[in-house]
């Protein structure tokens, strides 16, 4: 007789990942999941209140396995080589965990404060990160937007099939971040020279 799986949220979550990584979100169904755990479907709520906040769980749990992605990346890196770990680290996940990725910014309650939490831990990584370079709080923060958006640009136009021109993406993603880099380059040289400037 085959030993049924425990069944909790952990593992609910991954076999849940797995589907929407394999399938797409869209089609993710309490129906199926359960097929897939080999239990019945009233079981499931047992751990959740239903599809919507299996959703609200996915999308905590890709924040936080995306800034533990991101983290692990930048570990003893610093300046240049840290803002292109995080940068690869981050398009490799979504291509890795692509249901997932869309899980974090679907079907989501903004106002989750486990969701708000790991959210930002994500933005004050890269804040962390961009701190090399002498940025004022404010400037910083406007530079993490930019980051982000850029990231977060590539990887859902790559997602869509959008880069049909036959050249290689991981290229384009290095010309691209090694541009945002030049650019906080010059702006740290522009604040270094005013500030030199009021001194004199």
């Known amino acids: 007789m085959t030993r049924r799986m425990k069944i909790d949220l952990a593992v609910i979550l991954l076999k849940a ?15 199926m999941l359960a097929e897939e755990l080999q239990i019945r479907p009233p079981s499931l709520y047992n751990h959740l209140n239903g599809l919507n906040e299996l959703k609200q769980k996915l999308a905590i749990h890709g924040s936080i396995k995306l800034y533990e992605t991101m983290l692990q990346a930048a570990a003893g890196r610093s300046g240049d080589d840290a803002v292109k770990a995080l940068s690869e680290a981050y398009i490799q996940f979504v291509r890795n965990h692509p249901g997932l990725y869309e899980a974090t910014f679907r079907f989501s309650d903004t106002d989750d404060k486990e969701l708000q939490e790991a959210q930002e831990s994500i933005v004050r990584l890269a804040v962390q990160v961009l701190q090399v370079y002498n940025l004022e709080e404010e400037q910083a923060i406007h530079m993490v937007r930019g980051f982000r958006s850029i990231l977060h640009g590539f990887a859902s136009i790559e997602q869509m099939g959008g880069f049909g021109l036959p050249y290689n993406t991981d290229k384009s993603l290095s010309i691209l971040i090694d541009t945002f880099i030049k650019g906080i380059h010059s702006y740290e040289n522009e604040k270094v020279n005013k500030d030199d400037f009021r001194e004199s």
């Open 17 to 31: 990942t797995q589907l929407i990584d394999e399938q797409g979100l869209e089609k993710l169904s309490l129906g």
